[in-house]
């Protein structure tokens, strides 16, 4: 039986590398029972390490009532960790012939109706969920690293899984404290890591081509865009780029340059539908506060940003 | 002739928009006086407006003795304005052949051997320095919205730039209190906006095919990645994604899902030259950090992050 997402009081971890085991760290802190594990020679030694090097942040950031590391079980039997099951998080290496047999074999040990998720990059569940017996119950709910700091998780189900299952972990990853972005279909990489990643590859082109610098590329970010996008994110950044027209006038003027050599990647072309989808997205997401509005609260949040880090 | 960087009193500023108001702000909270020239109908009031607004937030930050909004003075009159210049920057719109001509009509009103430099955020000098009877002069001094609070500027010269020019204008700017990366060679977009703009055209993308909307696009990045980059930058970011192998585990592990279809940009080709650099380059910025000390600052700027935008 499925509990509630508020009833959900032992989280089972299976993999405990950096991701699984930034999960443990996480669960641990908000309170709930874990029970990690992980065939890998050593994982259990690594796991309490990284366990014990994010408790003080964890701690510093507040413990949930009851929260505590003797709550973390490490069992070496899967059927045994998964049959104590409320929830199960997935996060073994990113190899997908590997999970699909590890979800499987999660399935058919974890209680009915149990919700089985996965931490995986990129893959969709459509691919992962294959041969699970009951395909329904397992779903995407991808972290950042650490995942025991960074609030974002993007929830995604495959084909076969049941609609209320992507609902239901939405839910307990909010209760569980997390900031997650439910998805209504399946991309490779999600959104963040699309992103993410486009940066990184053109990042990767640079160094090769002889461009930049590793140290010049993690400068440019540090003390540059960087150091905007906690606070607003790329698009309402851009909102801000245009003066008092917004966005709107962003588009409207800067769209040839969007066709500059800038990058690598090809523009996307800049139609009406485009233009209007992006304008309208930031008004949406602007919910009334001006131009004016945004810039004072970029500003505070940059000062903030720049003090937080020592640097102003 | 040129003043030493340290004997910079007056710096004019040539377009005034979102750009080049923020660096009068800036020019002007360091205590220099400053010069503003921009044709458009109302430049002088909104530049006035965007001063003002800005103006609360550089008090925050600390003014430099003597630093006065009074002592902005408004020029109609170019040749007027740049006769008094011991540095310019010009921030004209973004377009090449108007550049081209600014530039050459500002040298040839600037006392000799001052420097001038373009804010231009993707052109090359070489392409904006052709009308210039004194090209050497001439060199670019990249900004980040709003320059009044972003630290960073990309400087670098082009074909007929004299060397001296370049390492003079990186050394103004750090008197003036930014923090500079000096290229060796003219790229289109520079390093920062290279990476941004590949994130933005993979956004951009995503939102023409109905993958993510503008809103997800921005809390993917507020409360994921975004929280990271201030810190360490993508590429010290990925050393801490290894676990203790850091950037070479990172690389040669997870090297084949860099062809995953993670993004429409192709990926680099992973030749053991750029794995070396790559490598190399984190090691060198890592400076002796071990794994776990960067792990440890990681997730104090995290959290610091986290504290300073009021979501811990």
């Not at 993999?15 to 908000?30: K, N």
């Amino acid at each position: 039986m499925r509990p509630a997402p508020e009833d959900v009081r032992t989280v089972v971890c299976a993999g405990t590398g950096v991701i699984g085991g930034g999960w443990v760290a996480y669960f641990l802190a908000r309170g709930y029972d874990v029970v990690a594990w992980d065939p890998a020679a050593g994982a259990e030694e690594r796991l309490r390490h990284l366990v014990d090097a994010a408790w003080p942040a964890l701690t510093e950031l507040g413990l949930a009532d009851g929260a505590d590391r003797a709550r973390l079980a490490y069992e070496p039997d899967l059927a045994a960790a998964c049959g104590r099951a409320d929830f199960v998080q997935e996060s073994a290496p990113e190899d997908l012939d590997l999970k699909r047999r590890l979800l499987a074999d999660i399935d058919a040990v974890t209680p009915e109706g149990v919700v089985v998720s996965s931490s995986t990059s990129g893959y969709g569940m459509t691919d992962m969920q294959t041969l699970c017996t009951n395909p329904g119950r397992t779903v995407v709910g991808h972290p950042f690293n650490p995942p025991y700091l960074i609030p974002l998780v993007e929830v995604v189900g495959g084909e076969q899984t049941d609609a209320d299952v992507v609902s239901w972990t939405a839910d307990f990853f909010r209760l569980a404290g997390k900031s997650v972005i439910t998805m209504d279909r399946e991309v490779p990489g999600f959104i963040a890591n699309r992103l993410q990643e486009a940066l990184w590859r053109e990042a990767l082109h640079m160094v090769a081509a002889g461009e930049a610098t590793v140290e010049q590329i993690d400068l440019s970010i540090t003390d540059g865009p960087g150091l905007r996008w906690p606070v607003h994110g790329p698009m309402l950044t851009f909102h801000l780029a245009g003066g008092q027209g917004g966005m709107a006038h962003m588009l409207d003027h800067f769209g040839p340059s969007l066709l500059s050599p800038w990058t690598r990647l090809v523009a996307a072309e800049l139609t009406p539908e485009l233009r209007d989808a992006v304008v309208d997205g930031c008004d949406r997401e602007a919910a009334g506060r001006s131009i004016d509005d945004l810039v004072a609260e970029r500003d505070r949040g940059v000062i903030a940003v720049l003090r937080a880090l020592g640097r102003a």
